[in-house]
């Protein structure tokens, strides 16, 4: 999946992400920037997904992963199915954390529908791979 390297949203992500790790807020607050000034859908969905990994606790990076994937569901870029298997994946990993083997389950299965639209690149085969092992994981005990 590419997006355009002009767009703002996606500039203001990736400035943002030079800066996880420098052990400031600064980070955080530019995704939150790319929030706020993201125009469509598309725009919503990426900053939300790097808004996700900024999350303290496994309950508010479920809802943002979930805002994400509400936010692709709705765009109309095709382009964006190639990130469902992770997103997916993401807010299974969050049930799992939580507890929940049965929704984990659900959405690590959401995930594999959309592996056809995964590159058949290094990220694509890892995303693929840890889908499966994630199903694998939560599946012991449930036949």
């Excluded at 992963?65 to 936010?71: G, P």
């Excluded at 870029?77 to 984990?104: H, M, Q, R, T």
């Excluded at 995930?111 to 092992?133: A, H, I, K, M, N």
Aim: aromatic share 12%.
């Amino acid at each position: 999946m590419q997006f355009d390297p002009e767009n703002k949203i996606v500039k203001l992500c990736a400035a943002a992400m030079d800066l996880e790790g420098d052990g400031t807020n600064r980070a955080a607050e530019m995704f939150m920037q790319a929030w706020n000034e993201a125009s469509d859908a598309t725009e919503k969905f990426i900053a939300a997904h790097y808004i996700a990994r900024q999350q303290p606790t496994v309950t508010e990076k479920l809802q943002w992963d979930q805002t994400a994937l509400e936010f692709a569901l709705q765009s109309n870029d095709e382009k964006l199915k190639g990130a469902f298997p992770s997103l997916y994946l993401n807010i299974g990993k969050c049930y799992e954390d939580l507890g929940d083997p049965k929704k984990a389950l659900e959405n690590y299965q959401s995930g594999e529908s959309y592996f056809e639209y995964l590159q058949p690149d290094g990220y694509g085969e890892f995303t693929r791979s840890t889908v499966e092992r994630a199903i694998a994981r939560v599946s012991v005990g449930r036949s």
